[in-house]
């Protein structure tokens, strides 16, 4: 069993920065793409960001350039550096490790385990 937990959502103003971390424990993910979705109140969830097996990164239109997603095997932590936030970033962040490696120019998700979430509330 693989659990994920997330850290690091807060209230921030617009344009400033937050960076969210996820740790997994019970098995290691080091061959597994790994991402980032969001969900606002009324809306469905969405995909952020994902960063593949080898460090290979994919991002949503809407957060390229100001999102940056990495990761540390070696503490089986995966980060999402947020900057430039806006008020229509605010949603809860969940963490998600995907079946798969992940490779290509576009990604698929195939999300096998979810963290719980993490709210990010950016003001205007």
């Known amino acids: 069993q693989v659990q994920l937990v997330e850290s690091g959502g807060g209230l921030v103003q617009a344009g400033g920065s937050l960076r969210l971390s996820c740790v997994g424990s019970?098995?290691?993910?080091?061959?597994?793409?790994m991402g980032w979705f969001r969900q606002a109140p009324g809306k469905e969830r969405e995909f952020v960001a994902a960063?593949?097996?080898?460090?290979?990164?994919y991002y949503a239109d809407s957060v390229k350039g100001r999102f940056t997603i990495s990761r540390e095997n070696a503490k089986n932590t995966v980060y999402l550096q947020m900057n430039s936030l806006k008020p229509e970033d605010t949603a809860v962040y969940y963490c998600?490790?995907?079946?798969?490696?992940?490779?290509?120019?576009?990604?698929?998700?195939?999300?096998?385990?979810w963290g719980q979430g993490t709210q990010v509330t950016v003001s205007s």
């Open positions: 019970g098995r290691t993910f080091s061959t597994n793409a």
């Open positions: 998600a490790r995907d079946r798969g490696p992940a490779s290509g120019l576009e990604y698929a998700p195939s999300i096998d385990y």
């Open positions: 960063i593949s097996w080898s460090g290979g990164t």
